[in-house]
């Protein structure tokens, strides 16, 4: 098992199995969610890569994603 830390939602998606997205101070859980299609992940490619990716984008508070 490996936790990495990163603010990069794009290698989130890419290197998870398993995506915690937390709150500010006080730290909670804010949304989770497995990944279940295999590697590798592509967001242009694959609709519930990309539907994923903006739903932790939304869940940040940025409503737009370059």
Do not use: C, Q, W
């Not at 990069?8 to 998606?13: H, N, Q, W």
């Not at 890419?14 to 915690?20: C, K, L, Q, R, S």
């Not at 242009?44 to 990309?50: L, W």
């Amino acid at each position: 098992t490996t936790l990495i830390v990163t603010h990069d939602i794009d290698d989130a998606i890419t290197m998870a199995d398993h995506i915690i997205v937390m709150t500010e101070r006080p730290s909670r859980v804010k949304m989770e969610h497995i990944i279940e299609p295999g590697h590798p992940r592509n967001y242009e490619k694959n609709k519930e890569i990309a539907d994923l990716r903006e739903e932790i984008f939304f869940t940040l508070g940025v409503h737009y994603a370059v």
